[in-house]
């Protein structure tokens, strides 16, 4: 059994019963968020009767997660999350930080942020008895979809920009879903895949659009609770915490688990949440800059393609996790973006654009003066470099091509 109660829409604050809604807000289209017996878990559980579990993956979290346990304990869906935190003590020192860290979420079954969503999404599913699911992506969020419902025999319908980086189509394909690359933007496939799945009746992962992907995304926020317990030790300022923004979907679901744990009495401390966003698909950090929860869409034109979004599914939410924590919204270009992937390469982290963009926005606060030397730092690296090697080779110099003796070898040094 789970503590799922049912929804309160994040716009209006209405409530709904879990078989009364799937999707968004029947009234507003607002986020819906999960609502949990959160009375019901804390007499159930001590934070110590989590942190002793054995199971090294998100799933040591299932007494807070809304779902039950989907089965398949020895596949890939059950090695979601649970990923590392490196510290960084090279980068700390060039940009004057006492403590800087990294959690890795390349490391991830299908080498990005987005299985935690997905391995959620199928477990719901399951529940259900969705036949098949389906979902809009940039690339990962499809293939994070496509690897974990291979995993466990689930049919997956994967709609992608034509433009997605060939790595993340090859994924796509190769686990086996049923991939339409669409010609238009990841937007185009967002509606298309919302048509088609009222049309077809298949269960929709639209990020944002679903309201559990982000119940798999909070699960972040648990682990970080878990490691800083141990990391931050007493009386420490609030951990600043760097996300690179697109949809607003895993910066919400990172506020959200902490927002579960300090309802159930479990946090000392909220941290300080940080979004960064490419200054060509801004659409968040311009209404946070405009003071507004109107988001106005944008015609995004960045690199960095997970976080191409013209109109984000999250934004309200996105919003807030950083207005409700203290922290606010960065803005960095596409050259600082590319530039971050080689610093991180230097100290031994393989970043997407959209990964590095979380360390590219800590520079940019620092030199703004939001971040101070005393400020424990933690940036997510959301996605794996080898999801996309054409921008990792414009981050750095070509390798010279050489006849191989020792003569040309000395020629090069
Ligand atoms: C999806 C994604 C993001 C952005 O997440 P949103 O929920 O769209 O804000 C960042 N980095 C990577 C690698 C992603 O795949
Ligand atoms: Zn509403």
Redesign the pocket.
């Known amino acids: 059994m789970n503590n799922f109660l049912g929804y309160e829409c994040s716009l209006c604050g209405k409530e709904y019963a879990p078989e009364e809604v799937t999707y968004t807000c029947p009234t507003d289209g607002g986020n819906l968020n999960v609502l949990l017996d959160y009375e019901a878990i804390k007499e159930k559980y001590h934070p110590d009767d989590i942190t002793c579990r054995t199971e090294t993956s998100l799933w040591r979290y299932l007494p807070l997660l809304p779902v039950s346990n989907p089965g398949g304990e020895e596949t890939p869906l059950y090695a979601a999350g649970w990923t590392p935190t490196f510290s960084l003590p090279a980068l700390a020192e060039k940009l004057g930080l006492n403590n800087l860290w990294l959690k890795d979420e390349s490391r991830n079954p299908t080498a ?3 299985d935690r969503a997905s391995a959620i999404l199928v477990a719901r599913a399951k529940e259900i008895g969705a036949e098949v699911i389906v979902t809009a992506s ?1 690339g ?2 499809g293939a994070a979809l496509a690897g974990m419902s291979a995993a466990v025999g689930q049919k997956a319908v994967i709609f992608a920009p034509k433009t997605a980086p060939v790595a993340k189509i090859a994924q796509l394909l190769i686990f086996g879903a049923e991939v339409m690359l669409v010609d238009g933007t990841y937007d185009d496939a967002v509606e298309l895949a919302v048509k088609a799945a009222n049309e077809f009746g298949w269960y929709c992962r639209n ?1 944002g659009y679903n309201p559990f992907t982000v119940e798999g995304k909070k699960t972040a926020a648990f682990e970080i609770w878990e490691w800083s317990l141990k990391a931050l030790g007493e009386n420490t300022k609030p951990l600043t915490i760097f996300v ?8 919400s679901g990172i506020h959200k688990g902490f927002k579960d744990l300090e309802k159930l009495g479990w946090l000392k401390q909220m941290p300080r949440i940080i979004g960064v966003q490419a200054e060509g698909s801004a659409a968040i950090a311009n209404a946070y800059n405009a003071g507004t929860e109107e988001i106005t869409p944008i015609s995004a034109t960045t690199s960095a393609d ?2 191409s ?1 013209d109109m984000p599914s ?1 934004g309200v939410r ?1 919003l807030r996790a950083a207005t409700e924590t203290g922290g606010q919204y960065v803005l960095v270009n596409d050259e600082a973006i590319i530039a971050s992937i080689a610093e991180l390469g230097r100290v031994g982290v393989f970043a ?1 654009p ?2 590095a963009t979380a360390y590219a926005g800590l520079v940019e606060a620092i030199s703004k003066g939001v971040v101070k030397s005393d400020d424990p730092v933690l940036v997510l690296n ?2 794996s470099g080898l999801k996309d090697v054409n921008a990792a080779l414009k981050a750095v110099v070509q390798a010279p091509i050489i006849e191989p003796t020792l003569e040309a070898v000395k020629a090069n040094l």
């Open positions: 990005s942020f987005k940039t990962n969020a990020t690179s923004v697109g949809d607003g979907n895993i910066i997970s976080i979004v999250d996105a997407e959209a990964g959301t996605g």
